[in-house]
């Protein structure tokens, strides 16, 4: 007779119990990037909605910006750094293929044998990982689980590129997950269209770079983000609508249940037009943090979650329904209650 192996449970609720960010200090305006890309600030601010972003400094890196961001929130949940169970980091801009980061992260902030793992879904990373945390919490796996979304995105921009050039900054934004005595994550929705992954993309891999480096040495181009910013307008802003009400359905409330919506800072046209569709009541307030911060995938939620909080357009213990897209083609949604300022 085979062996019995023992199972494990966990919570019947998890929730966000802390929120911490960084962001760079060096602010980026719309005129200072226009120019290789012979645009200007009207433009800019007429097709996506950005005003400013920020860039990071010589001394500022994913692993910095994640440990900062953290710290913060660990303190915001009110817990002990070795009460932490596991770290994941959602990034695109850890240009490492190995290790990841998360041990790194684990290590700087003075953890000691955390599990700690990278995940790469683009702009929807930090929901995929909000997810994984939430399940991993009610299964028994961990106790408590740091999620993390940091990018470095001026790493990986041709600054020549009318296509992204303008559209993205650096930053981070990290949450703690842990039990609840009510539930404060929904159920998530998520999934990916891979047919049509050319839409956001990198260039060409690495060593096809490499080989074009032995064929022409210093003429060699090196790789770049790039987009389809029309192909991915017209998916994000008219069919992820169906995401967003499952996700309102599983969790079992409605719109007009909603506090605030926390979409992705992918486009300000974007934002208005999914605000638009999913009809949602004048009481629910719409983060905008893109108008300041531009678009920094994976970190872009928890950000924008902390600017409606600092404003006092959303507070603690509203209902907020999360929804983020991106490279793959990946999206993730699912109901949150707000947790409180980073203290």
């Not at 966990?10 to 005129?31: K, M, Q």
């Not at 080989?211 to 307008?233: C, H, K, S």
Request: glycine share 10%; proline share 4%.
């Amino acid at each position: 007779m085979p062996a019995q192996i023992a199972s494990s449970s966990g919570a019947a609720n998890t929730a966000i119990l802390g929120l911490g960010v960084y962001r760079p200090s060096r602010i980026v305006t719309n005129d200072e990037v226009a120019g290789p890309i012979e645009s200007s600030d009207e433009w800019i601010q007429t097709r996506s909605g950005i005003k400013t972003r920020r860039f990071c400094g010589p001394d500022e890196t994913v692993l910095t910006m994640a440990i900062d961001a953290s710290r913060s929130a660990i303190e915001s949940a009110g817990i002990a750094v070795d009460q932490v169970d596991c770290v994941i980091v959602a990034t695109s801009t850890w240009l490492l293929l190995t290790p990841a980061a998360a041990p790194q992260v684990a290590s700087g902030l003075g953890m000691k044998a955390t599990a700690g793992f990278d995940i790469s879904a683009g702009c929807a990373g930090f929901c995929h990982a909000l997810g994984l945390a939430s399940d991993m919490v009610k299964g028994g796996t961990a106790r408590h689980v740091l999620v993390i979304g940091v990018e470095k995105l001026t790493d990986t921009l041709d600054f020549t590129d009318r296509s992204t050039a303008f559209l993205f900054g650096d930053g981070a934004g990290a949450v703690v997950v842990g039990a609840s005595e009510e539930n404060g994550i929904g159920p998530t929705v998520w999934g990916s269209e891979g047919e049509s992954w050319k839409a956001i993309r990198q260039t060409k891999d690495w060593m096809e770079f490499f080989n074009e480096i032995d064929d022409q040495g210093t003429d060699a181009v090196r790789p770049y983000l790039t987009m389809e910013g029309t192909t991915v307008f017209r998916w994000a802003a008219h069919s992820l609508e169906k995401v967003c009400r499952e996700a309102l359905d599983r969790a079992g409330v409605t719109t007009e249940d909603l506090d605030a919506l926390v979409p992705h800072q992918a486009n300000g046209r974007i934002i208005e037009v999914m605000s638009r569709v999913l009809k949602l009541p004048d009481t629910c307030a719409v983060a905008n943090d893109i108008v300041e911060t531009g678009n920094t995938s994976a970190a872009s939620i928890p950000l924008a979650m902390e600017t409606m909080l600092r404003r006092g357009e959303a507070k603690k213990g509203d209902t907020a329904l999360l929804i983020a897209f991106g490279a793959g083609l990946s999206y993730a949604s699912q109901v949150v209650t707000m947790p409180g300022l980073p203290v």
